[in-house]
């Protein structure tokens, strides 16, 4: 995608994203703006300042402008936000006069609020608990609601937001179209979409590591019961705070408690934890009183805390997106990092899907030899796209290919891994291997890709 007069918008909103200086559109704008256009709803998924305010903003604010009546409501998890979306989308609307807003947030007076509602606003923004006052109120008609966005999900839910949108979702109209974001898709996001959403196209932009040249990748064939001296040895050598990311809450706590006996200063977060827990354990990571967080999937995405030295890949994640992730927590902001790999035997489809996001191009590497073998190079990823998969529905037939893994994650996803397995061996004992930079620097233009989940 070019740039957005290829979407065929209303020329005013063309004019207003000249004027925002926005000629490109984003990875996730260039997959939701076409889908959200024809009408269907839509589960995204994208890293966090990747423009989801525009992928939504753009086709909710073209539906408005071209059809004379029905209303959009947007609903976003906190105050701050929801004023940041209403000032996007105002511009969005240009200097118009006739298409009227509606700012719905709790700790702003009512009155104000009123006054606008009583204006037939047609676009409203706003947080559950405000929307849902209004809603016992009367003071807020959702009945022709025929576009609902649902922003920052996985922020909503964690907030404890979901009672206050079942109970929201049950005054609008039932032919609509939803759009729902997050930033990041746990099971909980997952059900809800299932709920609300009817027959979604599911995009999922999976970032690739900001700049890599200062990420620094290896990794480490071992065997599964060798994993915990390698762990030893490994944070001996490296300096700095580092994340340890393991599968379960239940092996996290552990791991933590381990390095606790053996005189690191380590810590541990994960789903189990209260969300105030978690904060804290991030806050005194971030204030480097401990130096090693050891993190299930679920706890630890989105994590920007710039002086995370390494990541060390105890376990390998469930989905294979979740590894670019997981390395994405260092090297942030131009600093130097460095990301380790165990990889056991039990681990090479998991490993050969990982490679394929890593570097499509390539085949899987798994280690046939002993030791001394040629280290290999990741090469860059051509562009390519990475998987050719296309729109995933939740109706799909397709076959669904998973692990057979027993354990329970913490991410409590239900995504597979599609099987590239090849049959190779393993050596046993750990051998390391690096490789370069496999991500490029990435611009905004349609190098986004889609990724379908079975
Ligand atoms: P997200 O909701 O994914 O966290 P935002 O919608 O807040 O991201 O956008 C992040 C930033 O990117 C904002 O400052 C926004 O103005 C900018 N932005 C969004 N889309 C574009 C674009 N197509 N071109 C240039 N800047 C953009
Ligand atoms: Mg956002």
Known sequence: MENFASFGLPEQLIMALAHLKFDTPTPIQAQVIPHALEGRDILASAQTGTGKTAAFGIPLISKLILSPGGSALVVTPTRELAAQVSVMLKSLLGNQKTIKTALLIGGDAISKQLQQLRSNPRLIVGTPGRIN???????????????????????????????????????????????????????????????????????????????????????????????????????????????????????AERMAKKLRMNDHSADAIHGDLSHNRRERVIKEFRDCKYRIMVATDIAARGLDISHVQHVINFDLPQCPEDYIHRIGRTA???????????????????????????????????????????????????????????????????????????????????????????????????????????????????????????
């Open 332 to 454: 942030r902001a131009g600093a130097e990092g460095s990301a380790i790999c165990f990889i056991s035997p039990a681990d090479k489809r998991k490993w050969a899907a990982i490679s394929h996001i890593i570097n499509p191009g390539a085949k899987p590497e798994f280690d046939d030899r002993r030791s001394n073998g040629p280290k290999r190079k990741f090469g860059p990823r051509n562009g390519a796209r990475r998987t050719s998969d296309s729109d995933f529905n939740f109706n799909s037939d397709r076959p669904k290919r998973s692990f057979n893994s027993s354990s329970r994650t913490d991410s409590g996803e239900s995504r597979s891994y599609a099987g590239a397995g090849e049959k190779r061996s393993y050596a046993g004992s750990g051998e390391k291997r690096s490789f370069a930079g496999a991500g490029e620097k990435r611009s905004f233009a349609g190098s986004g890709e889609k990724r379908s989940f079975a």
């Open 133 to 251: 006052d209004h809603l016992m109120r009367g003071s807020l008609k959702l009945h022709d609601a025929h576009f609902l966005v649902l922003d920052e999900t996985d922020r909503m839910l964690d907030m404890g937001f979901a009672p206050q949108i079942d109970q929201i979702l049950k005054y609008l109209p039932k032919k609509r179209q939803t759009l729902l974001l997050s930033a990041t898709l746990p099971r909980n996001i997952v059900s809800l979409a299932e709920k609300f959403l009817n027959d979604p196209v599911r995009i999922a932009v999976i970032p690739t590591t900001q700049s890599t040249s200062n990420l620094k990748q290896e990794v480490l064939f071992v065997s599964e019961q060798d994993k915990h001296s390698h762990l030893d040895e490994q944070l001996a050598q490296r300096d700095g705070s580092i994340i340890v990311f393991v599968k379960t809450k239940m092996g």
